[in-house]
T-cell receptor, first 112, second 117 residues
Framework: KQEVTQIPAALSVPEGENLVLNCSFT??????LQWFRQDPGKGLTSLLL?????REQTSGRLNASLDKSSGRSTLYIAASQPGDSATYLC???????????FGTGTRLKVLA | EAQVTQNPRYLITVTGKKLTVTCSQN?????MSWYRQDPGLGLRQIYY???????DKGDVPEGYKVSRKEKRNFPLILESPSPNQTSLYFC????????????????FGDGTRLSIL
């Protein structure tokens, strides 16, 4: 059964730092992996979807990488801003399934 | 505006009193799903639907029912709610794309916070 771990669970950094958030999963038979942000009291907002055939996906200051064989994905945030403060979740989609398994998230706080 | 709408946003009720949480999307998405989010456990999938009249269990379906009679709506039904169903619930939708091999992103509603006493 797929298990997804996100490290660290919480992170507090000063504004302007470059960050790396980690996501690891136990079953490498995935079709894609999606990164989300969740603001307090809100739903999840899709940030990036990276297909299993891709190594990287970029959107603005965000870059997601995927190493399927080692069961790892990272989300890189460049030049962090206070508005980036949120919880970040990763969710791999199992190959041949309609199921999504979520990690428990990394709670990020960017200090002004 | 493209969105997934859940109602109610907040509900406090008592054990055993049937309730329904509605979910509606205006994006003509085939795939819809329900999740619950609990501290330390993350989001767990309850049920999902690939299209009208096609539904299947996720990882934690016990105590829940769903129906998909129309493409835009996917209500979650708790026939006899119990305190262990107190949670934050999310509905999500996406284009079906190629189904099992779909790379369509999921879009989420703002959540429904249920408290069952």
């Amino acid at each position: 059964k797929q298990e997804v771990t996100q490290i660290p669970a919480a992170l507090s950094v000063p504004e302007g730092e470059n960050l790396v958030l980690n996501c690891s999963f136990t079953d490498s038979a995935i079709y894609n992996l999606q990164w989300f942000r969740q603001d307090p009291g809100k739903g999840l907002t899709s940030l990036l979807l990276i297909q299993s055939s891709q190594r990287e996906q970029t959107s603005g200051r965000l870059n997601a990488s995927l190493d399927k064989s080692s069961g790892r994905s990272t989300l890189y945030i460049a030049a962090s801003q206070p508005g980036d403060s949120a919880t970040y979740l990763c969710a791999p989609k199992g190959a041949g399934t309609y199921k999504y398994i979520f990690g428990t998230g990394t709670r990020l706080k960017v200090l002004a | 505006e493209a969105q997934v709408t859940q109602n109610p946003r907040y509900l406090i009720t008592v054990t055993g009193k049937k309730l329904t949480v509605t979910c509606s999307q205006n994006m003509n998405h085939e795939y819809m799903s329900w999740y619950r989010q609990d501290p330390g456990l993350g989001l767990r999938q309850i049920y999902y639907s690939m299209n009208v009249e096609v539904t299947d269990k996720g990882d934690v379906p016990e105590g829940y029912k769903v129906s998909r009679k129309e493409k835009r709506n996917f209500p979650l039904i708790l026939e006899s709610p119990s305190p262990n169903q107190t949670s934050l619930y999310f509905c999500a939708s996406s284009l079906y794309g190629t189904g099992l091999y779909s790379n369509q992103p999921q879009h989420f509603g703002d959540g429904t916070r249920l408290s069952i006493l």
